[in-house]
């Protein structure tokens, strides 16, 4: 299967339902998933790099920690993330690079903030033949 | 959950008797009409499990706005022991005294009707709004920690307003108790550029004019004469707030195991009120609510400023007075009267505001005999009301009444549901202007998507929580 993001109703805010053969995928479309709720990045170009490094109790939390630290990063320096290449996952660390594009006058299509990721029925699992994760951010 | 485990108490209140772990019942303020959608969206159920969190006291309460929350409904009210209960940062929400305030002008709308297209695009430019929608005001975190231990009053005192718009805001502009210390670098880098910007969401600033006055001596206190043009602003604290929201879940999620409190749901993570992970949180969450008193003084200046460019320096010093600045996102100590007892209690406000009675020595002197001045946002499209607190509400609800309209549509389906329409001409065909940073934005806010919020003030004014003072049609809107 190749990885799927499907986009679910909460009645205030939104979640996605990312679905991936591997891990690292999940992680890599859950970002994407919640950066397509941000803004349209489809003709942006890279140019900016910056390394992300999370760690967490267990794999629910660390789901949780990527994204909330990715939020950080483009809610602090104004960068819509693009390309990702994680390097090193386990269930409880995660070691990436991102590359991003700064947010200057009208260069990037946006939607809408996202407040927080919320821990809100996060889910994280294992199907058998594929990964899903659950998540629901605050608009 | 299912509609028959409501009991109808009276035709706007139905209450959840206790069962299983709940303490207290869950009363909700609604119609009948409005039960079905509260019990489908999980509302009602949240409402329920909010009764089982310790030290809770009298009830856990709905208000008619309530919908789906995370943990706690929004629309929810309760009140714990300050010796036996709990604070929860779910009960608050990510965005801390998230709030509205109200401004009323010296203009009447006849005259204003060839300024506004003018009005509104010079405040579109100058409040920053949207995503990475960052302010010209960019504070260390040195400065930010003054900004966050006196609110308002920081921004008053760097020449953002005036020194009479204090008073009528809830808490005077400034929560006591607030503790820097107790916040992070993370939630200071998030907040370094947001003051005086809106955000995005639900978030708005709205040029209206009162359409209808309901209790004339108390829109004459407030100065809401009939036509006479207002100005609203919705917004709280940014990333600053929302950092702060997620650092002390992770806190709470342990002192839940630490102090061995059991949940119905991990989003009703708490501390009790007496350990030291609740005070550090009750004195961060100050600070975000003082960063939002700042933020909303910020913009009123600037709104000010425009006002003055575009319609000429007004004779009274300015266009606009503020009417009043409340939060409807907060948990706050309070005294509140119990079988004749005068007791402490930490009453936690999530989409619902203090709707204190007449005579509360919390009021600005101006408001003593009116009561409270309680702010419903309606939606873009329709209408927005000024309520006033009510002694029945302090008796009932420790002071409480609804938020606003309450969602009825998801962002998914609102945004089905204005494919192929244009919102914008919608609205201007209604005499409205809006201007946003992004056409989703406008699907998503658009006026189906929320209930009639006529519907939501008129149960609560039936219920006596509240009395309705003006109606406030919108002129022209801004959306992040």
Same mark, same amino acid.
């Given at each position: 299967m190749k990885p799927k993001i499907e986009y679910?109703?909460?009645?205030?805010?939104?979640?996605?339902?990312?679905?991936?053969?591997? $891990?690292?995928?999940?992680?890599?479309?859950?970002?994407? #998933?919640? =950066?397509?709720l941000i803004a349209d990045t489809t003709s942006s170009t890279?140019? %900016?790099?910056?390394?992300?490094?999370?760690?967490? %109790?267990?794999?629910?939390?660390?789901?949780?920690?990527? $994204?909330?630290?990715?939020? =950080?990063?483009?809610?602090? %320096?104004?960068?819509?993330?693009?390309?990702?290449?994680?390097?090193? $996952?386990?269930?409880?660390?995660?070691?990436?690079?991102?590359?991003?594009?700064?947010?200057?006058? #009208?260069?990037?299509?946006? =939607?809408? %903030?996202?407040k927080a990721v919320t821990m809100h029925n996060l889910e994280v699992k294992f199907n058998g033949t594929y990964w899903e994760a659950h998540v629901i951010f605050d608009i | 959950m299912n509609i028959d485990q409501l009991h109808k108490v009276k035709d706007w209140l139905w209450?959840? /008797?206790?069962?299983?772990?709940?303490? *207290? /019942?869950?009363?909700?303020?609604?119609?009948?009409?409005?039960?079905?959608?509260?019990?489908?969206?999980?509302?009602?159920?949240?409402?329920?499990?909010?009764?089982e969190l310790p030290g809770i006291v009298r009830a856990s309460f709905a208000m008619p706005d309530i919908h789906s929350g995370y943990g706690f409904p929004i629309g929810g009210v309760?009140?714990?022991?300050?010796?036996?209960?709990?604070?929860?940062?779910?009960?608050?929400?990510?965005?801390?005294?998230?709030? *509205?305030?109200?401004?009323?002008?010296?203009?009447?709308? !006849?005259d204003i009707a060839g300024h506004l297209s003018h009005l509104i695009d010079r405040l579109f430019s100058t409040i920053p709004c949207g995503v990475g929608g960052g302010g010209n005001l960019v504070l260390k975190k040195a400065e930010l920690q003054k900004v966050v231990s006196s609110g308002a009053h920081w921004a008053v005192e760097h020449g953002y307003g005036i020194p009479e718009d204090l008073q009528f805001i809830e808490e005077s502009g400034c929560m006591d108790d607030s503790a820097p210390e107790s916040v992070s670098d993370r939630a200071y880098q998030r907040g370094a550029?947001?003051?005086?910007?809106?955000?995005?969401?639900?978030?708005?600033?709205?040029?209206?004019?009162?359409?209808?006055?309901?209790?004339?001596?108390s829109a004459k206190t407030m100065g809401l004469e009939l036509n006479r043009i207002t100005l609203m602003i919705h917004t709280g604290s940014r990333g600053f707030g929302h950092q702060i929201c997620d650092d002390y879940l992770k806190i709470m999620d342990k002192a839940v195991r630490k102090y061995g409190i059991s949940l119905s749901d991990r989003q009703l993570a708490c501390a009790p009120?007496?350990? /030291?992970?609740?005070?550090?949180?009750?004195?961060?969450? !100050?600070?975000?609510?003082?960063?939002?008193?700042?933020?909303?003084?910020?913009?009123?200046?600037?709104? !000010?400023?425009?006002?003055?460019?575009? +319609?000429?320096?007004?004779? @009274?010093?300015?266009? +606009?007075?503020?009417?009043?600045?409340?939060?409807?996102?907060?948990?706050k100590i309070e005294v509140h009267e119990i079988d004749g007892e005068k007791r402490k209690f930490c009453v936690h406000r999530k989409g619902a505001t203090r709707a204190f009675g007449p005579g509360h020595p919390e009021l600005p002197p101006l408001y003593k005999n009116i009561g409270q001045p309680v702010l419903i946002?309606?939606?873009?499209?329709?209408?927005?009301?000024? +309520? *006033? @607190?009510?002694?029945?509400?302090?008796?009932?609800?420790?002071?409480?009444?609804?938020?606003?309209?309450? !969602?009825?549509?998801?962002?998914?389906?609102?945004?089905?549901?204005?494919?192929?329409?244009?919102?914008t001409d919608e609205l201007r065909e209604k005499g409205i202007i809006v201007r946003a940073r992004s056409r989703g934005t406008l699907a998503e806010e658009m006026s189906d998507a929320y209930k009639d919020v006529s519907g939501v003030v008129a149960t609560c004014?039936?219920?006596?929580?509240?009395?309705? *003072?003006?109606?406030?049609?919108? +002129?022209?809107?801004?959306?992040g």
């Amino acid at each position: 299967m190749k990885p799927k993001i499907e986009y679910i109703n909460h009645t205030a805010d939104i979640g996605l339902i990312v679905r991936a053969p591997e $891990l690292e995928q999940l992680f890599v479309y859950s970002a994407k #998933g919640m =950066f397509s709720l941000i803004a349209d990045t489809t003709s942006s170009t890279p140019d %900016e790099i910056r390394k992300i490094n999370v760690t967490a %109790e267990d794999i629910v939390h660390l789901m949780h920690g990527w $994204l909330s630290e990715l939020l =950080f990063v483009h809610e602090t %320096e104004h960068i819509i993330p693009i390309e990702y290449k994680i390097s090193e $996952l386990t269930e409880r660390s995660l070691i990436a690079v991102i590359k991003g594009c700064t947010i200057q006058h #009208g260069n990037i299509r946006l =939607f809408r %903030e996202i407040k927080a990721v919320t821990m809100h029925n996060l889910e994280v699992k294992f199907n058998g033949t594929y990964w899903e994760a659950h998540v629901i951010f605050d608009i | 959950m299912n509609i028959d485990q409501l009991h109808k108490v009276k035709d706007w209140l139905w209450e959840i /008797p206790p069962s299983g772990k709940m303490r *207290v /019942p869950a009363r909700i303020y609604a119609t009948e009409s409005m039960l079905e959608q509260i019990v489908e969206d999980n509302a009602a159920q949240q409402t329920a499990n909010v009764a089982e969190l310790p030290g809770i006291v009298r009830a856990s309460f709905a208000m008619p706005d309530i919908h789906s929350g995370y943990g706690f409904p929004i629309g929810g009210v309760a009140a714990f022991d300050i010796n036996e209960g709990i604070v929860s940062p779910g009960g608050v929400g990510y965005d801390i005294n998230c709030g *509205v305030r109200l401004l009323v002008s010296d203009v009447d709308a !006849r005259d204003i009707a060839g300024h506004l297209s003018h009005l509104i695009d010079r405040l579109f430019s100058t409040i920053p709004c949207g995503v990475g929608g960052g302010g010209n005001l960019v504070l260390k975190k040195a400065e930010l920690q003054k900004v966050v231990s006196s609110g308002a009053h920081w921004a008053v005192e760097h020449g953002y307003g005036i020194p009479e718009d204090l008073q009528f805001i809830e808490e005077s502009g400034c929560m006591d108790d607030s503790a820097p210390e107790s916040v992070s670098d993370r939630a200071y880098q998030r907040g370094a550029d947001q003051l005086g910007t809106l955000g995005s969401g639900n978030h708005f600033l709205e040029i209206g004019f009162v359409a209808e006055v309901f209790d004339e001596a108390s829109a004459k206190t407030m100065g809401l004469e009939l036509n006479r043009i207002t100005l609203m602003i919705h917004t709280g604290s940014r990333g600053f707030g929302h950092q702060i929201c997620d650092d002390y879940l992770k806190i709470m999620d342990k002192a839940v195991r630490k102090y061995g409190i059991s949940l119905s749901d991990r989003q009703l993570a708490c501390a009790p009120l007496t350990s /030291p992970e609740a005070q550090d949180y009750l004195g961060a969450m !100050r600070c975000a609510a003082n960063f939002a008193f700042a933020n909303r003084q910020i913009i009123a200046h600037l709104t !000010r400023q425009v006002f003055d460019e575009v +319609l000429g320096k007004s004779a @009274g010093g300015t266009h +606009l007075k503020t009417v009043y600045d409340i939060a409807h996102n907060i948990a706050k100590i309070e005294v509140h009267e119990i079988d004749g007892e005068k007791r402490k209690f930490c009453v936690h406000r999530k989409g619902a505001t203090r709707a204190f009675g007449p005579g509360h020595p919390e009021l600005p002197p101006l408001y003593k005999n009116i009561g409270q001045p309680v702010l419903i946002p309606g939606d873009m499209g329709r209408y927005s009301y000024v +309520l *006033v @607190g009510t002694q029945q509400a302090m008796e009932e609800t420790f002071g409480s009444a609804c938020h606003g309209a309450g !969602r009825v549509m998801s962002r998914h389906q609102a945004i089905k549901a204005g494919r192929g329409r244009d919102i914008t001409d919608e609205l201007r065909e209604k005499g409205i202007i809006v201007r946003a940073r992004s056409r989703g934005t406008l699907a998503e806010e658009m006026s189906d998507a929320y209930k009639d919020v006529s519907g939501v003030v008129a149960t609560c004014v039936k219920a006596g929580l509240t009395r309705k *003072v003006v109606q406030i049609k919108p +002129l022209a809107c801004i959306k992040g």
